[in-house]
């Protein structure tokens, strides 16, 4: 088992945060992630997941933990100013198959 | 950055269970949660997501240490003996825009 | 509160390795899981959510620790070389209704 501690970075934003955020993705180097739509209650008040442009979306990614924390840092820096999101990092055990 | 150890707190549940939640999110100061509809298999059998009021939900809320803690002590006490579910804890590193 | 610590295991495959993955999740114990369709990108590139078939889904259990070893072990082994998929692990502190 290719086991090795690695990050999981999950940040929920505003729909229209989604493009911006996958371009950080790109950049940082991430492999492969997975977004899904979520309902949910922020700052900004309860969204429902009906209309999907007005809902907020999850993202998840696993990185290195250097990538993971230049993510962090240039989300922070670059879409928080802009947009509601929030993100956070936990501790993962991986495994992967050579196909993902 | 502003980092600082928080407990993400995962709450899997009927979907009629979901109001109840809501309310014991307010009541200890969550300001933001998402939640989204899940297939899944537990004690009561398989439960597809096809009839949104037979699905289970997923509630994803992160918190104080504190907060996360009453969230799962009220959880137990008040909404487990009527509905199945389930409720797990993490640590995470957050940060967070002053949007969200 | 029943606390102890438990491992929660999540799984990211193409669709059409679920029916296998819930065989060994079957085959390990687990009593009750999620799963949702998640859009995302890998290295087979961006796959929507769109066309069912062809989407990415993210499974989620909760084992005991032994049970997500051999769990991970077998995923590896047997549905590794075959499907294009990730999985991982992370402690969680778990509690739960006598229902689910």
Same mark, same amino acid.
């Given at each position: 088992?290719n086991? %090795?501690?690695m990050?999981?970075? !999950? /940040? /929920?934003? &505003?729909?229209?945060?989604?493009e911006?955020v996958?371009?950080?993705?790109?950049?940082?180097?991430a492999? +492969?992630? !997975? %977004?899904f !739509?979520?309902?949910g209650?922020?700052?900004r008040? #309860?969204? $429902? +997941? #009906?209309m999907k442009?007005y809902? %907020?979306?999850?993202?998840?990614?696993v990185l290195?933990? &250097?990538?993971?924390? $230049?993510? @962090?840092?240039?989300? #922070?820096? &670059? @879409? =928080?100013?802009?947009? +509601?999101? /929030?993100? =956070?990092?936990?501790?993962?055990?991986?495994i992967?198959s050579?196909?993902f």
């Open positions: 088992m086991a %090795n501690p990050k999981l970075v !999950t /940040i /929920i934003c &505003e729909a229209y945060a989604l911006p996958k371009g950080l993705l790109r950049d940082v180097g492999h +492969g992630w !997975t %977004n !739509t979520v309902e209650s922020g700052a008040g #309860e969204r $429902t +997941g #009906e442009e809902a %907020n979306v999850q993202v998840e990614v290195q933990p &250097e990538a993971a924390a $230049t993510l @962090l840092a240039r989300l #922070e820096r &670059e @879409l =928080f100013p802009r947009y +509601g999101m /929030i993100a =956070f990092e936990q501790d993962v055990r991986v992967r050579g196909k």
